[in-house]
């Protein structure tokens, strides 16, 4: 396997994480509209050239990202819906009144949804020949994972519960009531077909944008799915399920000192075995798939693949767990071998062995160094930043993290004077440029900042907290939020310390 870096990542480069709905516009949330190109246009003018978001995939209960009921559709509520109003799809939608500071989710995905099908309707009266050609294009080309996701959409809406509680024929994918579901429910299937095409056609224009402006897209890749997706339901066989189609072992991490039960997330585990009978067919069609979207892809939990923590379904907690090998570098070995050198940031987070650090090594991919997590332990913390190597991505936080602000303020006197010890007493007046400051100047290849540091906004704009169910995912800026210093100052930052490409 070639260990070489990705020369995506080999270069010193920086940009910033903000994900799709967190950005400005009327309509209740971000999406692939003209808010998206503006803020394309602002990290140009910032020097910055990559602009990393979350998973683009719908977002599932929660409304986290990272529990989707598809690894390869994207979020309807992405959709732009200006775009569809040009086509002359969709009549002109009042706005709601939706506020411009947080998604409410229960207001805005009901909305955004009504406003899809009235365009389906539309462009099922009114769609140019062209455009049915191009809808019927998209749909053989990603048929291997679209029809699934069509049929499981179709039928969650008919049937209460997850896929397991479908009935029997529908659950096992008898072929007959699958072909029965398709005969009878072409209108209802093509919506859902509809939407993956404007999404991918949105996206796509939207990628070729920030291209032109020198701005690589980085994406972001949940190891594990949700029990209740179309993946899970159309390959069955290649989870860790029972006769009953339900789990019988899920995923999640030990105790540790954050938490005395560790974290029982519920995704169904890989039944690795089979993955490998047929060469890793659903990895390797789900990181090409990827890899059309994107330039770099995050990978989210890198260490469950040298080994990962296996629950018993039936435990409420994550206590009764232990560690379960997973494919390591035979996995990696078999996507490369089809796709190529692969831009890959591995998230090494967490409990992290020399196993796990002899893989990502081996792989060439770089890890992640948190700078928040860098007060404590002393000089040889690896995430200080003298202690940074070349092949790593340096960030202040992620979206699991407070905001810089947030975690100065929230920070006991203890650890503050273990900053001002380390960054010196102007992170008292300014914390979120000081730490800025001090990973911009490392050795570390590649620089990504929460929009939240970049902007010096408080812990009222964290975008996540793990193991909060209410409340999450909701944050988004406003424009009139940013003036012209903070661009000014990471172009100036980005100059001065080597990161313009």
Known sequence: MNT??????????????????????????????????????????????????????????????????????????????????????????????????RCDFTRVAPWRMACLRKAWDGFSQRGSDACRAALADFCTEHAHWLDDYALFMVLSERHIGSWPQWPAPLAQRDPAALDEVRQHSSRALGFWQFVQWRFWVQWQALRDYARSRGVQMVGDAPIFVAHHSADVWAHANQFLLGGDFEPEVVAGVPPDYFSTTGQRWGNPLYNWPAMAHDGYRWWKDRVAHLFRQVDVVRLDHFRGFEAHWEIPATEPTAVAGQWQSGPGLQLFAALQEELGPLAIIAEDLGLITPEVTALREACGFPGMRILQFAFGGGPANPYLPHNLERNCVAYTGTHDNDTTLGWWRAASTQDKAAVRAYLGPAVDTAPHWTLITALSQSVASTLVLPFQDVLGLDGKHRMNTPGQAIGCWEWRFDWRQVDHRPAERLLAMARAHGRIP
């Open 4 to 101: 070489a870096i990705h020369p995506f990542l080999s270069r010193r480069t920086s940009g910033v994480l903000l994900h799709i709905t967190s950005l400005p516009g009327p309509n209740g949330s971000g999406d692939f509209g003209i808010g998206a190109r503006h803020f394309v246009d602002w990290l140009a003018s910032a020097g910055q050239s990559m602009w990393q978001i979350l998973p683009l995939s719908p977002a599932g209960p929660g409304n986290s990202p990272y529990q989707s009921v598809s690894a390869f559709a994207g979020s309807p509520l992405m959709v732009d819906l200006d775009d569809l109003v040009r086509m002359g799809w969709l009549p002109w939608m009042p706005t709601q009144g939706f506020d411009h500071h």
